[in-house]
């Protein structure tokens, strides 16, 4: 079966740390791979995407996934966090043929210390 | 960046009445839009899928018959919960798309917390 998984629901760093969010997927082909970003009172946002390519990929806000098809993981990266950054991190993957398909992994919670 | 809005942003109703949950996309025409659930501390739920002009597609477990959705124009996507009950009580969310195709970005609207009495 399809899934997304986040394994950590809940982290907490400093201010000015660096900060790495896990994502697992598990899916027949290499599906299209997503990270949104949810702030209270706020739409989600689209962090970055990755259709193909370099597996490297870059996003709004200073953050970066990097995919591994061997390790069917799409873990999302920021070298220093601001306290603006606390927020709910979504996962999410589609499949390549439609989006109506879209699954959400179950979030990761982010809290900064000043 | 592309706006999509949602009126109300929340709403408390009685049990047994129906409410109706608009979504807009404000600077883009949205062919395709689609219709989240999120229940507290837990991740979206894709609902359904509408196509401006036809019929929504919904998702397994979905019931069509109490989550009316209406695509009537590529700006504006309707959502009522006919009959509501307590335990439709949950946090909605829209997001529209140029089109169905995974390369078009979703863009979300800022979600509608309904809570039945």
């Known amino acids: 079966a399809q899934s997304v998984t986040q394994p950590d629901i809940h982290i907490t760093v400093s201010e000015g740390a660096s900060l790495e969010l896990r994502c697992n997927y598990s899916?027949?082909?290499?599906?299209?791979l997503f990270w949104y970003v949810q702030s209270p009172g706020q739409g989600l946002q689209l962090l970055l995407k990755?259709?193909?390519?370099?597996?490297l990929v870059q996003g709004i806000k200073g953050f970066e996934a990097e995919f591994k098809r061997s390790q069917s993981s799409f873990n999302l990266r920021k070298p220093s966090v601001h306290w603006s950054d606390a927020a709910e991190y979504f996962c999410a993957v589609a499949p390549k043929t439609s989006y109506d398909k879209v699954i959400f992994g179950p979030g990761t919670s982010l809290s900064v210390i000043p | 960046g592309a706006v999509v809005s949602q009126h109300p942003s929340w709403v408390i109703c009685k049990s047994g009445t129906s409410v109706k949950i608009e979504c807009r996309s404000l600077d883009f025409q949205a062919t395709t839009m689609f219709w989240y659930r999120q229940f507290p501390k837990q991740s979206l739920m894709l609902m359904a899928t509408s196509n401006e002009g036809s019929k929504a597609t919904y998702e397994q477990g979905v019931e069509k018959d109490k989550f009316l959705i209406n695509h009537a124009s590529l700006t504006l996507s309707t959502l009522t919960v006919t009959s509501a009950h307590p335990e439709d009580s949950s946090f909605y969310i829209c997001?529209?798309?140029?089109?169905?195709?995974?390369?078009?970005?979703?863009?979300f609207g800022p979600g509608t917390r309904l809570t039945v009495l």
């Open positions: 997001s529209a798309s140029i089109s169905a195709e995974p390369t078009d970005t979703q863009y």
């Open positions: 990755y259709f193909s390519g370099d597996t």
């Open positions: 899916y027949g082909a290499t599906p299209y």
